[in-house]
Nanobody, 115 residues
């Protein structure tokens, strides 16, 4: 089992920025995909961004051009730089780590965008 711990969530005004961090630990035997998903009240959990060990990234349409995902492979850290935040970005953000053998989720960190 892989353990994931997120940090960096909080309250920010519209147009502001926030940086989320996540570290994976535990039974990690190979580099897998890491990413961020989010879930707002009344909504399904949706993809925010993922990044593979070779640096290939994928973003949800709603965050393209505003969010940037990055990772540090040697330490299994993943980051999400969020710029130009909007109220609709308000959600619990979950860190994800996955391999061909399965995936793991963090407990989530709350991001609230409000004036």
């Amino acid at each position: 089992q892989v353990q994931l711990v997120e940090s960096g969530g909080g309250l920010v005004q519209p147009g502001g920025s926030l940086r989320l961090s996540c570290v994976a630990s535990g039974s990690i035997f190979s580099l897998g995909v890491m990413g961020w998903y989010r879930q707002a009240p009344g909504s399904q959990r949706e993809l925010v961004a993922t990044i593979y060990s070779d640096g290939l990234t994928k973003y949800g349409d709603s965050v393209k051009g505003r969010f940037t995902i990055s990772r540090e492979n040697a330490k299994n850290w993943v980051y999400l730089q969020m710029n130009d935040l909007k109220p609709e970005d308000t959600a619990v953000y979950y860190c994800y780590y996955g391999t061909a053998q399965g995936g793991s989720w963090g407990q989530g960190t709350q991001v609230t965008v409000s004036s």
